[in-house]
Antibody, heavy 116, light 113 residues
């Protein structure tokens, strides 16, 4: 069955960087895009960016340009989302999700806490 | 950016009754190349990731009960739960994947009256 399994919770200080992984199983990894979405406490879902797992092309919203990097390792069937220059407002659950016309499978989420 | 606005923010419905959730986009999300609206609906329960219910505005995801239906076109969309069940208590989000940045509504919380 299709599964997306994310790395564990992280606690970081302001200004630091974090790298979250998302390992896929149960389907052809390079056949589906992977998106990253975050959810801050009490806030709506926010799109962080996506990667074409076939060719590695990425796209991000302007609000994250320069701070987020999304990569993939096809041999490991894993995508990575790295966020730098962390601030308290980045405290959120980060999800990876598969799909293009809606996200049909989601990772379990990774809680990132940014605190001094 | 396309702003997604849901209404109401919360909704209390009796068991077995109909629940109607609305979503309005600030621009049309109609994709002319396939004549479909790039709009999805998700259900999220506490402590869980969102679950896809509807995509292309009206296509039910496999395994989703047929009491859930989506409708609408252009900028105005509706998710209908025809007969509310206890397990439907959740927050529901609409999501446009028509253009970058992809955006979500603020959510509608559905409770039992």
């Amino acid at each position: 069955q299709v599964q997306l399994v994310q790395s564990g919770a992280e606690v970081k200080k302001p200004g630091a960087s974090v790298k979250v992984s998302c390992t896929a199983s149960g389907y052809n990894f390079t056949a589906f895009a992977l998106h990253w979405v975050r959810q801050a406490p009490g806030q709506r879902l926010e799109w962080v960016g996506w990667i074409n797992t076939g060719n590695g092309n990425t796209k991000f919203p302007q609000s994250f340009q320069g701070r987020v990097t999304i990569t993939r390792d096809t041999s490991a069937r894993t995508s990575y989302m790295e966020l730098s220059s962390l601030r308290s407002e980045d405290t959120a659950i980060y999800y990876c999700a598969r799909g293009t016309s809606g996200y049909d499978y989601w990772g379990q989420g990774t809680l990132l806490t940014v605190s001094s | 950016d396309i702003v997604m606005t849901q209404s109401p923010d919360s909704l209390a419905v009796s068991l077995g009754e109909r629940a109607t959730l609305n979503c309005k986009s600030s621009q049309s999300v109609f994709f002319t190349s396939n004549n479909k609206n790039s709009l999805a609906w998700y259900q999220q329960k506490p402590g869980q990731p969102p679950k896809l219910l509807i995509y292309w505005a009206s296509t039910r995801e496999s395994g989703v009960p047929d009491r859930f239906s989506g409708s609408g076109s252009g900028t105005d969309f509706t998710l209908t739960i025809s007969s509310l069940q206890a397990e439907d208590v959740a927050v529901y989000y609409c999501h446009q994947y028509y253009s970058s940045p992809l955006t979500f509504g603020q959510g509608t919380k559905v409770e039992i009256k």
